[in-house]
């Protein structure tokens, strides 16, 4: 049972592109959530999704930041015109979404804006 | 608002000696309240949670965490530390709706313990 996978690890990208990081949870999940974590400010949470729906995104950036978890394929967290400050490790974590659960969390990528 | 607060940045123990990493929280209602580690280049795993019951939570590795309401606070503890237990360690709090919501977590308590 493959546990929450996220590709890339490492994604470089030059400011003004667009960087696309992809989340696979859990299988059986159908919750899945983002999380940012910055040096010195830990992890912050960024939206949570289910299949086809944004539940809440009270933590995304307003603008360039989006996510989707289509019916079919993993979870996408997009962000469009990157700045240096997007620089970040991004988590991806999944849940089956019956009360507070515990989050089962991929490794993570690694967005470097040069 | 739920928050969580993790007041010490950084916490040396030497092996074999007790350790304690601490948390406070603020939420409204009955609080939900959880441990995770993350390890070097590595996602965030699951240690224990408190939802109701005993105050006294175990958890994996041989930690436990301790709920009081009075206080407010979830300590993390272990009896005897290891090097290996070297890792981040975050306190956790479920959001505004309890059932399926995210997880509300401090800034990280970076624990260091030397043989």
């Known amino acids: 049972n493959a546990g929450v996978m996220q590709n890339p690890r490492h994604l470089v990208r030059r400011r003004g592109q667009e960087a696309r990081l992809r989340c696979s949870p859990m299988?059986?999940?159908?919750?899945v959530y983002w999380y940012r974590q910055l040096p010195e400010e830990g992890l912050k949470f960024m939206v949570y999704?289910?299949?086809?729906?944004?539940?809440?995104e009270s933590g995304m950036p307003k603008e360039r930041f989006s996510a989707e978890f289509p019916k079919e394929g993993p979870s996408i967290l997009r962000i469009q015109q990157v700045v240096r400050g997007d620089s970040a490790a991004y988590f991806c974590?999944?849940?089956?979404?019956?009360?507070?659960?515990?989050?089962?969390f991929g490794s993570g990528t690694q967005l470097s804006v040069l | 608002a739920q928050s969580v607060a993790q007041p010490e940045d950084q916490v040396n123990v030497a092996e074999g000696n007790p350790l304690t990493v601490k948390c406070t929280y603020s939420v409204s209602g009955n609080p939900y309240l959880f441990w995770y580690v993350q390890y070097p280049n590595r996602g965030l795993q699951f240690l224990l949670k408190y939802i109701t019951g005993d105050n006294l939570v175990k958890g994996s590795y041989g930690f436990e965490a301790e709920f009081n309401k009075s206080q407010t606070s979830f300590h993390l503890k272990k009896p005897s530390a290891l090097v290996s237990d070297s890792a981040l360690y975050f306190c956790a709090v479920s959001g505004p709706n309890q059932a399926g919501t995210a997880l509300i977590f401090g800034k990280g308590t970076t624990l260091s313990v030397s043989s």
């Open positions: 299988k059986g999940h159908s919750h």
């Open positions: 999704l289910q299949k086809e729906n944004i539940i809440d």
């Open positions: 974590a999944s849940s089956d979404g019956q009360g507070p659960e515990k989050l089962f």
